[in-house]
T-cell receptor, first 117, second 112 residues
């Protein structure tokens, strides 16, 4: 069964460093997302991406964050100048459609656990 | 602002029991509702998606219902098994947007 894959599974970084988290969404999907989950807290929406541009972002997704689809298969989240509070599990997700039937189903990757020290 | 609440926060049942997990949301203008399963330290596995025009969806031993007007959904698990032990998350997507809002989840433990 097709799946969303994420790398790395775990990354430790020094405060102030830049981090890039990578994702390969399911191949025929058109909508891509990043979510995060701070330990013990709810899963939070960060950003959605469609047709090579951001379609929606949350208040969390400030200038420190950026997303890119550098080629036909990868989707990346860049965090500039990481802070301690950026420590979280970051999930990439994708869906076939944004509207209409089961194509709305969002499929998540296994996550990238980021620890900022 | 949409808020999603899940009750109970944790549940422990003996194997074989039927159980119901509850999800409520404050804004009924949703596009769909999705139930997920999350194992510790792992990603989210989609269980069921209910469109706003639907009342329920079934997959195997799982049945999810949606009452949009009252802002409620339930996930029914029949004949629970130890392998069902996980955290179950409810998430709603509002109409006209891309954002999905999650509840805090119900942590389920099924005892053998």
């Amino acid at each position: 069964e097709p799946e969303v894959t994420q790398t790395p599974s775990h990354q430790v970084t020094q405060m102030g460093q830049e981090v890039i988290l990578r994702c390969v969404p399911i191949s025929n999907h058109l909508y891509f997302y990043w979510y995060r989950q701070i330990l013990g807290q709810k899963v939070e929406f960060l950003v959605s991406f469609y047709n090579n541009e951001i379609s929606e972002k949350s208040e969390i997704f400030d200038d420190q964050f950026s997303v890119e689809r550098p080629d036909g298969s990868n989707f990346t989240l860049k965090i500039r100048s990481t802070k301690l509070e950026d420590s979280a599990m970051y999930f990439c997700a994708s869906s076939e459609a944004s509207s209409g039937g089961s194509g709305n189903t969002i499929y998540f990757g296994e996550g990238s656990w980021l620890t900022v020290v | 602002k949409q808020e999603v609440t899940q009750i109970p926060a944790a549940l422990s049942v003996p194997e074989g029991e039927n159980l119901v997990l509850n999800c409520s949301f404050t804004d009924s203008a949703i596009y769909n509702l999705q139930w997920f399963r999350q194992d510790p330290g792992k990603g989210l596995t989609s269980l069921l998606l209910i469109q706003s025009s639907q009342r329920e969806q079934t997959s195997g031993r799982l049945n999810a219902s949606l009452d949009k007007s009252s802002g409620r959904s339930t996930l029914y698990i029949a004949a629970s098994q130890p392998g069902d032990s996980a955290t179950y998350l409810c998430a709603v997507k509002r109409g006209g947007g891309f954002k999905t809002i999650f509840g805090a989840g119900t942590r389920l433990f099924v005892k053998a």
